[in-house]
């Protein structure tokens, strides 16, 4: 039991490595006063400036506690789903595509949102990828998610957040950046499939 323990830790250390890395950093900015962490949100206008730093740190700070919380439940649940399948390789990939996804379109198609904080818009695109892997390599279970994480961006694309996210969090929940981030996950996965299409095997993707 124990040797099957310490396999599994060390089959998934870089992964746990990359979450904490994510999780440390999460929570050091967190204690920043709120002063300071307005620095690093994403602010439209300044980054239209020259603050460029803001497209990346703006997805890492949050607005309050329960903010970041909320955020790191949901990165733990999707680590716990695919936990399995994601490799560090791919975790540092679907961040990098999900955050370039939400800032250019953002950029572009919603100069009314002026600013934004938080992993939420990152997370789907979290989701996203792990569910279309997760269809390449096993079907139904993955196209179960799939369809979960569609019918919730389309609910939230036609009727806002959902009930009490925005109460919950404390914090303005920007669904575009969930549309967004879900997109550009896809995009990434999508792209690690096709390049990688004649050898299906996790060690694929790693």
Do not use: C
């Not at 390449?136 to 919730?152: A, N, V």
Request: hydrophobic share 50%; aromatic share 12%.
């Amino acid at each position: 039991m124990s040797g099957s323990i310490s396999k599994r830790i060390r089959d998934h250390q870089r992964e746990v490595f990359f979450l904490l890395f994510l999780i440390i950093g999460m929570l050091i900015l967190q204690f920043v006063d709120q002063t300071e962490l307005s620095l690093f949100r994403y602010q439209r206008d300044d980054i239209l400036s020259g603050q460029l730093w803001r497209l990346v740190s703006g997805h890492f700070v949050h607005v309050t506690w329960m903010h970041l919380i909320l955020n790191l439940a949901g990165l733990f649940v999707i680590w716990a789903l695919f936990r399995d399948i994601l490799t560090q390789r791919i975790w540092w990939l679907l961040t990098l595509g999900s955050i370039v996804g939400i800032d250019v379109a953002l950029l572009i198609f919603h100069p009314e949102i002026k600013w934004y904080m938080g992993l939420s818009g990152v997370l789907h695109g979290y989701f996203a990828g792990g569910a279309i892997l997760q269809i390449r390599l096993s079907g139904t279970r993955g196209l179960l998610y799939l369809i979960l994480l569609i019918i919730k961006l389309l609910w939230e694309y036609l009727n806002g957040p959902l009930p009490g996210s925005g109460e919950l969090s404390g914090a303005r929940v920007i669904t575009e950046a969930h549309l967004y981030g879900a997109i550009g996950g896809s995009i990434i996965m999508l792209w690690l499939i096709v390049t990688s299409k004649n050898q299906p095997e996790k060690s694929t993707y790693s």
